[in-house]
């Protein structure tokens, strides 16, 4: 690795430290900003290559990093293991549905809300679960799940009918719809709809989300996560109180797993309860393999991934010369995408165990080294 | 005479049939380095285990810490993480490191009960915060540069050498800055290099730093050169209480060490 020059701790402290690493944040940042009006152009790529999907996928990780990142910093850091993801999904859908669609309390509010409720029913929930370990907590945290999943039926059917839960379009708030630059509808709101719009409204919440996080990853609670991870009666002889710092990363993590589900809710749409199956704490566990364990980065990465590769592949068995005239591929489409997944984790896990991170790492690596490296 | 930092007196220390520790009763002077000796499984370590709360001992028993304002705390029954902020820290005879984290990091997890700063201040990187951890980010430099461990600060722990691991896991409690510090075997399969750098440290912890020291050794001559005063333990039972000397000549030690013949 090349080394720096470091003249004062407060630059140890810094999440991007030398050059090389401003460049690539920069070029990621511009391509950020680039990637809505590349892909809301009316462009339309040869042989029905998808193109606008791809901002709707975009917006889709964008929700989906926030929960990755949430279930990293709880799985990855502080190894417990909960499979009550979904649950917390169902309590951000509960609180918009009850403040949002039936309070009309602005989604701007209802978002702040949403972190406070999950912190509180987090920590509720850990309070007993956390006393398992391993196993165990997966056990009882499975229970979470299907004890959420009858609280949201009873909730949907008493308020909103057996459908599912319907959001409003949520309003851009006034001052910013003061500044002109948006042109009201007919009766005088700006409405965030549209992909393009959604996805100036997500990106900034996704990057303070994962910020903040990150943050409290890698400074003194952090340390404690990680600490417990570890070695958790060395971890309490370090004056860390094991318990009450379990129930924090709990509560971290449901935050913003529930804040997550506001933001999944209103950009969606519609709720129901078959949009919360027991699976989709293996979407992120997908996310979080793949991507790189251990590594809010790499939750980052997983969550594009999971909804790139799709957008991709789906295009790929339905367009693709040859590939499209086998039926097998036509006909069980779903399937294929997560056995395609299946067989991926197994790779990841088998040759590259630091997922996507650890492949950006080992490249850096060789790299740094070339023409020394093996 | 100053009262004693800490008084043991009747810890007993039971698994299913097995007393570790019986009767064990001990008193440490403020500033001392107090050293506890015996033969393997003679319940050394579990002297520090009910010590810091890991173990329970048996009713009756009673340790009191007496901490630097003169308060006076009944340990048993205390959870380990609230004994530690009273001002004890103890190493582990076999390493108590976070093998995964860098030495920084490590030494770090010494200062947690010397922040204050929690998930919303730090989360949100506020002044007070960043000023925090680069203060105590200060202190941790103090230690690093009086263990001499600056070319490992960026190291994973677990991919040193074990002396090293060592080092920083007597640098991890000193960056506690506990008032009480109870090494286990602090020396354990070092060469007499590495043994004679651990002393120094020791000593310039406890003379310089005024730090009171629990220290469980099975080297003999260390022991007995360093120590003020001595317990000796055979199969959970203390066999006497001295400076020294006095331990040295005591045939019951001596068989303890020698076997039966050996005196």
């Known amino acids: 690795m090349r080394s720096r020059l470091v003249t004062d701790y407060r630059q140890d402290l810094a999440i991007f430290k030398t050059r090389p690493q401003k460049v690539i944040v920069a070029v990621v940042a511009g391509l950020a900003v680039a990637f809505p009006f590349v892909f809301s152009s009316d462009f339309t790529p040869p042989l029905g290559f998808p193109w606008r999907a791809w901002l709707t996928a975009a917006n889709l990780a964008l929700i989906a990093s926030i929960g990755a990142a949430a279930f990293n910093l709880l799985l990855g850091y502080t190894h417990q293991v909960s499979v009550a993801h979904a649950a917390f999904l169902m309590l951000g859908t509960m609180t918009a549905g009850y403040l949002g669609s039936i309070h009309h309390v602005s989604f701007w509010v209802i978002l702040p809300i949403s972190l406070l409720v999950g912190a509180v029913v987090g920590a509720l929930v850990g309070l007993p679960a956390l006393r398992f370990r391993g196993l165990y907590l997966l056990v009882a945290t499975f229970g979470v799940h299907f004890f959420f999943l009858q609280v949201y039926k009873t909730f949907q059917t008493s308020f909103f009918g057996f459908n599912a839960i319907r959001f409003p379009a949520p309003e851009v708030p006034v001052w910013l719809a003061q500044l002109g630059v948006f042109t009201p509808d007919a009766e005088g709101r700006v409405l965030i709809q549209g992909d393009f719009r959604w996805y100036w409204v997500l990106l900034p919440i996704a990057v303070l989300s994962i910020a903040y996080m990150s943050n409290v990853i890698r400074l003194r609670e952090g340390r404690a996560f990680r600490a417990i991870a570890q070695h958790d009666v060395s971890a309490s002889l370090t004056g860390i109180d094991v318990t009450a710092t379990k129930l924090r990363a709990f509560a971290i993590s449901s935050a913003f797993v529930t804040m997550s589900g506001v933001l999944g809710s209103y950009y969606l749409r519609a709720r129901g309860e078959d949009s919360f199956p027991f699976e989709v704490v293996l979407f992120y566990a997908i996310m979080v393999i793949v991507g790189g364990f251990s590594s809010t980065q790499g939750a980052v990465l997983g969550a594009l991934f999971f909804y790139f590769f799709p957008t991709f592949f789906d295009w790929f068995r339905s367009r693709a010369p040859v590939v499209r005239d086998i039926k097998f591929l036509q006909a069980y489409a779903n399937e294929i995408n997560l056995a395609g997944f299946g067989i991926l984790i197994i790779i990841v896990l088998v040759f590259r165990p630091g997922g996507l991170v650890g492949v950006w790492r080992s490249l850096k690596g060789y790299w740094g080294r070339w023409p020394f490296s093996t | ?263």
């Open chain 2, 1 to 263: 005479m100053t009262t004693p930092i800490l008084t043991a007196s009747d810890v007993t220390v039971q698994f299913g049939g097995l007393r570790a520790c019986d009767g064990v009763g001990f008193e440490v002077t403020r500033g001392e380095l107090f050293a506890i000796i015996g033969p393997n499984g003679a319940g050394k370590t579990s002297v520090l285990n009910a010590i810091t709360g890991i173990y329970r001992p048996l009713q009756g028993a009673s340790i009191v810490y007496c901490d630097r304002q003169g308060r006076k705390h009944e340990l048993i029954g205390m959870k380990p993480h609230r004994i530690v902020r009273l001002g004890i820290a103890r190493t582990f005879q076999n390493l108590g490191l976070f093998p995964h984290l860098s030495v920084l990091d490590n030494l770090m997890l010494g200062r947690y009960i010397h922040q204050k700063r929690g998930v919303l201040s730090t989360g949100l990187f506020l002044p007070a915060a960043v000023r925090e951890e680069l203060e105590q980010r200060e202190s941790v430099e103090r230690v690093i540069e009086l263990l001499e461990m600056a070319e490992f600060r960026w190291e994973q722990v677990g991919s040193l050498p074990y002396g090293i691991q060592k080092r920083i896991e007597l640098g991890r409690v000193l960056t506690m800055e506990p008032d009480l510090l109870l090494l286990d075997e602090p020396m354990a399969g070092m060469s007499v290099e590495e043994k004679r750098d651990i002393l120094r440290f020791i000593f310039e912890i406890q003379r310089r730093l005024g730090v009171t020291v629990i220290l469980i050794e099975h080297d003999m001559a260390v022991v007995m050169s360093v120590a003020e005063r001595i317990l000796a333990l055979n199969f959970g039972r203390p066999l006497t209480i001295g400076t020294p000397e006095d331990v040295a000549r005591h045939p019951e030690v001596v068989e303890a060490y020698l076997g039966a013949n050996g005196g």
